[in-house]
C-alpha cells in the first residue's frame, strides 16, 4: 500500500524530464513510517574508489605493446581537475603532471565503433622515451592512484613499465581517474577519462531518466529523486536497480548513506549539512548493463527559526492570589480554618513570582505557539514538520507536530479542553473537566480564595524544525481546581475540609 501511495505521489506531484524539478516535500516525520522494500546498489559508489596502482602490479600479467601503435582519443572525454591544496614541507616543489594515452588492443572487439566487454585498452603514462605523465622538478614518481574503476578491470600492466592494461566485464559508462605523487610529497592534477563499454552480444544499455522534486532544499529536509523515467529498449529487459555517489567539497559518498527510504523506482533522500552536492546517478537492467552517469547538483541551505511566539501570561503578581511553595505547605498540619489557610499563605508562599521560577505561565486558556522556517538566504520552508514539545511531570507532556503553510509560518494553538488531552492526562477532549482538571502533584501553586488553584510546574517550550531549535522556559499549569486548594486544605462550600 505505501509503495502506491508513494507512485501515486510521483504521478501527481512531479513532471519528470533527463532531470526535472517540481514544488514537492516529504515531512521529516514520515520517515519513522516508512517501510523500505529496496535498497541503493553499492556498485556505483564502489566503482568509484581510488586504489594504488602497486596495490594489483603483483602478480598482474605482463602484455607487450608494438613499436607502431596509432594513439586514440575517440569515444574518449579527457577532462582535468586540481587537487585540493595541500601544505608541502617544501614550498618550491613543483607538483607532477598526470596524462595518459590509450592505445586499443584489439580493435576487431569493438561494435559499431564502440568499446565492448572484449575490448583491451593500454592505457599509458609513457610510450618510446615520451612522458606523458612526469615531474617537471625531475623528481621520481612514487604512487600512482587509479579511480573510477574496479581493480579487477585491470588485466595487467605493460612490459617497460610504461602503464597498465584494462577489459571490463561490465557494459557501463566509466570515469577513469588517474593521479600520481613525486617523491617530495606532492599530487598531480586528476586526469579523468570518460569512456561507455557496451555489451559485446548485442544487448543494449539502458537509458535512465531521473526526476529530483526539488533542486534546492533546506538541511534535514527531504527530497525525493525517481528514475521511473527510465528505459531499456530490449525486448523483455527491464530496470532493475540503481546506484550513485555524492559528491560534497570533493569527497565521494555513497548515495545509499543519504537514503531515508528507496522504492521500486525513487529514493527519498536528506542532508544533514548544509552545501553543494553533486550527485551521479544510474541505472542497470537485467543483464546487468549500467546506463551512462546522470549528474545533477542539490543546494542545501540551513534553517532558522525565526519570529517564534510562545504565548503566555506574563502579569503573574497580584495582591489577590499568593505563590506558594506546596510541596512544604502540604507536609505542615494547620486547623481546618481560614486561620490555618492564612498561615500556609503568609509561612509558604508570598504574592511574588519567586524570582528563580520562568516569569510566563502557560495554561488552557492562554497558550499557543507560532513561527517561521526559513532557510538562511530567507525562503520559507513549505510543507515541513515544526514539533512542540513541553515535558511536565507525571505524564506525556506535550509533543505535537504542526505544518508549516506555503510561506513558512506554523501555528499551533489547542483549545482549552484539548489543552489537557496533549499534555497527557486526558484521552478525549469529552474526559476534560475544564473545573478540575489535571493533577494536583505540583511542587508550586498559584492560589487564589476567589478564583481557585492552579498547579504548575517549572518546564520549557522546544520549537524543533529540519535540525534547528527554539527553546523558552515557562511555567506550565498541570492542574487546577475551582475549588481553592493548599496544602492539604481545600475550600468548599464556605467550610474548610481537609483533602
Avoid at 566503482?47 to 582519443?73: M, P, Y
Avoid at 592534477?189 to 552480444?201: C, G, H, L, V, W
Avoid at 523515467?229 to 565521494?252: F, H
Avoid at 486548594?485 to 468548599?492: F, K
Wanted: proline fraction near 3%; charged fraction near 15%; include cysteine.
Amino acid at each position: 500500500m505505501k509503495k502506491r501511495f508513494m507512485s501515486l505521489i510521483l504521478a501527481m506531484l512531479m513532471t519528470f524530464s533527463l532531470v526535472s524539478t517540481s514544488a514537492f516535500a516529504l515531512e521529516v516525520e514520515d520517515v519513522a513510517a516508512l517501510d523500505n522494500s529496496f535498497a541503493l546498489y553499492n556498485d556505483a559508489y564502489e566503482s568509484q574508489q581510488t586504489f594504488d596502482l602497486s596495490s594489483v602490479q603483483t602478480g598482474a600479467a605482463s602484455i607487450s605493446i608494438t613499436e607502431d601503435v596509432n594513439f586514440t582519443d575517440a569515444g574518449i572525454v579527457e577532462s582535468t581537475v586540481l587537487p585540493q591544496s595541500m601544505a608541502l614541507a617544501d614550498d618550491t616543489n613543483t607538483p607532477p603532471v598526470a596524462a595518459l594515452q590509450v592505445v586499443i588492443l584489439n580493435p576487431e572487439s569493438m561494435v559499431n565503433g564502440n568499446f565492448t566487454t572484449e575490448t583491451q585498452l593500454a592505457w599509458l603514462w609513457a610510450y618510446n622515451g615520451e612522458l606523458f605523465t612526469y615531474d617537471p622538478d625531475g623528481d621520481d614518481i612514487v604512487d600512482m592512484k587509479i579511480g573510477g574503476i574496479s581493480s579487477d578491470d585491470i588485466i595487467g600492466t605493460l612490459n617497460g613499465g610504461i602503464g597498465f592494461a584494462t577489459q571490463f566485464s561490465t557494459a557501463a559508462q566509466y570515469i577513469l581517474t588517474f593521479q600520481v605523487q613525486d617523491s617530495r610529497g606532492a599530487w598531480s592534477n586528476i586526469a579523468q577519462y570518460a569512456f561507455e563499454i557496451e555489451p559485446a552480444d548485442g544487448n543494449t544499455r539502458p537509458v535512465c531518466g531521473i526526476g529530483i522534486s526539488s533542486n534546492k532544499v533546506a538541511v534535514n529536509q527531504l527530497m525525493m529523486v525517481s528514475w521511473a523515467d527510465s528505459s531499456d529498449s530490449d525486448a523483455g529487459d527491464s530496470i532493475t536497480g540503481c546506484g550513485g555517489v555524492v559528491i560534497k567539497e570533493g569527497v565521494m559518498t555513497n548515495l545509499a548513506d543519504y537514503a531515508m527510504q528507496v522504492g521500486q523506482d525513487y529514493c527519498v533522500l536528506s542532508f544533514a549539512e548544509a552545501g553543494t552536492y553533486e550527485i551521479r546517478m544510474r541505472v542497470c537492467d537485467s543483464h546487468n548493463a549500467w546506463s551512462n552517469w546522470v549528474t545533477f547538483n542539490v543546494q542545501v541551505e540551513s534553517v532558522r527559526l525565526t519570529n517564534v511566539v510562545v504565548e503566555g501570561i506574563t502579569d503573574l503578581e497580584s495582591s489577590h492570589s499568593y505563590w506558594v511553595r506546596q510541596d512544604e505547605a502540604k507536609n505542615c498540619f494547620v486547623e481546618n480554618s481560614h486561620a490555618g489557610a492564612a498561615y500556609l499563605c503568609e509561612d509558604f508562599g508570598s504574592h511574588s513570582l519567586p524570582y528563580f521560577l520562568p516569569h510566563k505561565l502557560v495554561m488552557d486558556t492562554c497558550f499557543s505557539v507560532s513561527g517561521r522556517v526559513v532557510t538562511e538566504s530567507g525562503t520559507p520552508v513549505a510543507n515541513t514538520t515544526v514539533t512542540i514539545r513541553m515535558p511536565v511531570y507525571g505524564s506525556t507532556g506535550i509533543r505535537q507536530t504542526v505544518s508549516t503553510n506555503s510561506n513558512g509560518y506554523f501555528t499551533y494553538d489547542p483549545s482549552s479542553h484539548q489543552y489537557w488531552v496533549d499534555i497527557g492526562y486526558y484521552t478525549s477532549t469529552s474526559d476534560v473537566d475544564l473545573l478540575h482538571s489535571g493533577t494536583m502533584n505540583a511542587q508550586y501553586i498559584r492560589y487564589s480564595n476567589s478564583t481557585g488553584t492552579t498547579f504548575v510546574y517549572p518546564t520549557s517550550v522546544s520549537v524543533s524544525a529540519l535540525g534547528t531549535t527554539y527553546s523558552e522556559d515557562v511555567i506550565c499549569e498541570i492542574g487546577y481546581s475551582q475549588d481553592p486548594v493548599i496544602g492539604n486544605l481545600v475550600y468548599i462550600g464556605g467550610e474548610w475540609y481537609y483533602l
